[in-house]
C-alpha cells in the first residue's frame, strides 16, 4: 500500500508509468488514503486525467457590458432612429450609473425599486421613471431570450395621474390661421389643424401623398433629423380633407416634391417651424404652444363633435385605443341621458295588474298601510309571477 502519513496528513505515494504521484488525500485517514488511491490508479489504468478540470460557471457580464452591446446589436437593427436615440440617452444618464457595475443576475426586484425611488428623489417625474423602466425590462427581457439570465426581475411601474394635454379653442384656432400672412406657414397651420398630423408627418408630407381630387391626404413617412422614416405607428392612414384644408394647399401647389419645404435641399429643420409657431401666436394674441397642441386641437374638436373613439383612433394613427381615451372626457355625455329614464313619470297603464312580481308586493304592502281593514295579500295580484307563495296570509 502506498499510503502513508507524513506529519499530519495522509498521503498517497506510488509510480506510475516511470512517472511518480504523489498527492495529498482530500480525506484525512488510512482508509480514506487506500480509496483515494485506489480511485487515482483507477483513472490512469482508464486513460483519464488524474484531476479532470472544474468547469466553474462564467461570470454573468456587468449591465454596462450587456446594456450597450444589447444596444448595438438589438436597437439599432429593431428601432427607428427616434427610439434609437431615446434608449441612448435613457442607458447613458439613467440606467448604466445605476445598474452599470452590477452582474446582470445580481440585479433583483428590490434594486429596481431603490431605483425607482432615487429617480423620484431627484425630481424626474412618475412617467419619466416608467419610460426608462419600460427600456430596463426590455434590455433584461432581451437578457433571458439570449441565457445570459435565467429570470429576469418583475418590474412595477409607478402610477401615472391621467395625462393633461392643451388644445386651442375653434376661436383660437382661427385666429392662429387668420395671423399667418406667408401662404405656406397659413396651409401648414390649417394642415395640422384639420388632419392632426405630427410635426414630423407634416414635413415628410409630399404633394404624391396628396389627391385634391378625392378631398384625401395619405399619411406614408415621417421625419427625423434629416432621415424619412416611417411614421410612430408604422402604417399608413388615409385623411380626408376639409373645403378649407383643400383652398389653402391649392394656393401653395407645385407639380412636384415636399409639400412645406426650405429653400435648400432636404427636409425643413424642425427649429424654424418651432420660431414660426411661436410669432403667429404672438401675432394671434394666444398663448404660446407648439405644433403638438394642434395635434391634441383636431382629436379634441372631433370629440366635442360626438366623433367615435375609434374613427379618431384611425385619424390619428394611434396603435392604442387607450391613447385615444384621454379624450373620451370631451364627448358629449350620454350618461345624463341614460339616468333621466328613471326619473319619467309612470304612465296608465303602469297598473297593479301585470307589474313584476316585486313591485306588485311592494304596492299591496303601502296599500295596506294606508288601508288596514285589508286583512292579507293574495298571490293572485301577481299572477303568474311567483313571488308570493302563501297566498291569503296576512302580509
Given at each position: 500500500?502506498?499510503?502513508?502519513?507524513?506529519?499530519?496528513?495522509?498521503?498517497?505515494?506510488?509510480?506510475?508509468?516511470?512517472?511518480?504521484i504523489r498527492k495529498r488525500s482530500p480525506d484525512n485517514s488510512r482508509a480514506g488514503a487506500a480509496v483515494f488511491e485506489a480511485t487515482l490508479r483507477g483513472r490512469l489504468a482508464r486513460g483519464e486525467p488524474l484531476f479532470p478540470a472544474v468547469h466553474r460557471p462564467q461570470p454573468k457580464p456587468r449591465f454596462e457590458v450587456f446594456a450597450w452591446h444589447w444596444y448595438d446589436v438589438y436597437v439599432k437593427t429593431n428601432n427607428k432612429p427616434s427610439e434609437q436615440r431615446?434608449?441612448?440617452?435613457?442607458?447613458?444618464?439613467?440606467?448604466?450609473?445605476?445598474?452599470?457595475?452590477?452582474?446582470?443576475?445580481?440585479?433583483?426586484?428590490?434594486?429596481?425599486?431603490q431605483f425607482k425611488a432615487s429617480q423620484l428623489k431627484s425630481g424626474l417625474a412618475p412617467k419619466t421613471v416608467n419610460n426608462s423602466l419600460a427600456i430596463l425590462g426590455k434590455c433584461l427581457r432581451t437578457a433571458e431570450e439570449w441565457g445570459e439570465v435565467v429570470r429576469m426581475p418583475k418590474?412595477?411601474?409607478?402610477?401615472?395621474?391621467?395625462?393633461?394635454?392643451?388644445?386651442?379653442?375653434?376661436?383660437?384656432?382661427?385666429?392662429?390661421?387668420?395671423?399667418?400672412?406667408?401662404?405656406?406657414?397659413?396651409?401648414?397651420?390649417?394642415?395640422?389643424?384639420?388632419?392632426?398630423?405630427?410635426?414630423?408627418?407634416?414635413?415628410?408630407?409630399d404633394w404624391t401623398d396628396i389627391d385634391l381630387e378625392a378631398s384625401r391626404l395619405t399619411v406614408r413617412r415621417s421625419v427625423f433629423g434629416n432621415q424619412f422614416v416611417s411614421p410612430k405607428s408604422n402604417r399608413i392612414r388615409h385623411i380626408p380633407l376639409t373645403d378649407q384644408t383643400l383652398r389653402v394647399l391649392c394656393a401653395i401647389k407645385q407639380p412636384a416634391g415636399l409639400v412645406f419645404k426650405r429653400r435648400g435641399?432636404?427636409?425643413?429643420?424642425?427649429?424654424?417651424?418651432?420660431?414660426?409657431?411661436s410669432l403667429l401666436c404672438t401675432a394671434a394674441g394666444i398663448r404660446q404652444i407648439g405644433w403638438h397642441v394642434l395635434r391634441h386641437t383636431f382629436a379634441s374638436h372631433l370629440a366635442m363633435g360626438g366623433v367615435s373613439m375609434k374613427a379618431i383612433q384611425e385619424l390619428l394613427g394611434h396603435s392604442d385605443i387607450r391613447t385615444t381615451?384621454?379624450?373620451?372626457?370631451l364627448t358629449p355625455s350620454i350618461l345624463q341621458d341614460a339616468v333621466r329614464v328613471l326619473e319619467s313619470e309612470p304612465t296608465p297603464a303602469d297598473t297593479l295588474v301585470g307589474q313584476p312580481a316585486g313591485n306588485a308586493f311592494v304596492a299591496a304592502v303601502e296599500d295596506k298601510q294606508k288601508h288596514p281593514s285589508i286583512r292579507g295579500v293574495s298571490a293572485e295580484f301577481v299572477g303568474s309571477g311567483g313571488g308570493i307563495r302563501n297566498a291569503g296570509h296576512d302580509v
Amino acid at each position: 500500500m502506498s499510503a502513508r502519513k507524513i506529519g499530519h496528513s495522509w498521503w498517497v505515494d506510488f509510480r506510475h508509468a516511470h512517472q511518480r504521484i504523489r498527492k495529498r488525500s482530500p480525506d484525512n485517514s488510512r482508509a480514506g488514503a487506500a480509496v483515494f488511491e485506489a480511485t487515482l490508479r483507477g483513472r490512469l489504468a482508464r486513460g483519464e486525467p488524474l484531476f479532470p478540470a472544474v468547469h466553474r460557471p462564467q461570470p454573468k457580464p456587468r449591465f454596462e457590458v450587456f446594456a450597450w452591446h444589447w444596444y448595438d446589436v438589438y436597437v439599432k437593427t429593431n428601432n427607428k432612429p427616434s427610439e434609437q436615440r431615446t434608449k441612448r440617452i435613457v442607458l447613458r444618464r439613467h440606467l448604466v450609473p445605476c445598474f452599470g457595475k452590477s452582474a446582470l443576475d445580481a440585479i433583483t426586484a428590490l434594486h429596481i425599486e431603490q431605483f425607482k425611488a432615487s429617480q423620484l428623489k431627484s425630481g424626474l417625474a412618475p412617467k419619466t421613471v416608467n419610460n426608462s423602466l419600460a427600456i430596463l425590462g426590455k434590455c433584461l427581457r432581451t437578457a433571458e431570450e439570449w441565457g445570459e439570465v435565467v429570470r429576469m426581475p418583475k418590474i412595477k411601474p409607478l402610477q401615472v395621474p391621467p395625462q393633461k394635454f392643451d388644445f386651442l379653442s375653434v376661436e383660437e384656432a382661427n385666429r392662429l390661421i387668420r395671423a399667418g400672412n406667408d401662404p405656406q406657414w397659413r396651409a401648414m397651420v390649417v394642415v395640422a389643424l384639420r388632419t392632426g398630423l405630427r410635426l414630423g408627418e407634416l414635413l415628410a408630407l409630399d404633394w404624391t401623398d396628396i389627391d385634391l381630387e378625392a378631398s384625401r391626404l395619405t399619411v406614408r413617412r415621417s421625419v427625423f433629423g434629416n432621415q424619412f422614416v416611417s411614421p410612430k405607428s408604422n402604417r399608413i392612414r388615409h385623411i380626408p380633407l376639409t373645403d378649407q384644408t383643400l383652398r389653402v394647399l391649392c394656393a401653395i401647389k407645385q407639380p412636384a416634391g415636399l409639400v412645406f419645404k426650405r429653400r435648400g435641399p432636404g427636409p425643413l429643420n424642425r427649429k424654424t417651424p418651432a420660431r414660426v409657431i411661436s410669432l403667429l401666436c404672438t401675432a394671434a394674441g394666444i398663448r404660446q404652444i407648439g405644433w403638438h397642441v394642434l395635434r391634441h386641437t383636431f382629436a379634441s374638436h372631433l370629440a366635442m363633435g360626438g366623433v367615435s373613439m375609434k374613427a379618431i383612433q384611425e385619424l390619428l394613427g394611434h396603435s392604442d385605443i387607450r391613447t385615444t381615451m384621454r379624450y373620451a372626457h370631451l364627448t358629449p355625455s350620454i350618461l345624463q341621458d341614460a339616468v333621466r329614464v328613471l326619473e319619467s313619470e309612470p304612465t296608465p297603464a303602469d297598473t297593479l295588474v301585470g307589474q313584476p312580481a316585486g313591485n306588485a308586493f311592494v304596492a299591496a304592502v303601502e296599500d295596506k298601510q294606508k288601508h288596514p281593514s285589508i286583512r292579507g295579500v293574495s298571490a293572485e295580484f301577481v299572477g303568474s309571477g311567483g313571488g308570493i307563495r302563501n297566498a291569503g296570509h296576512d302580509v
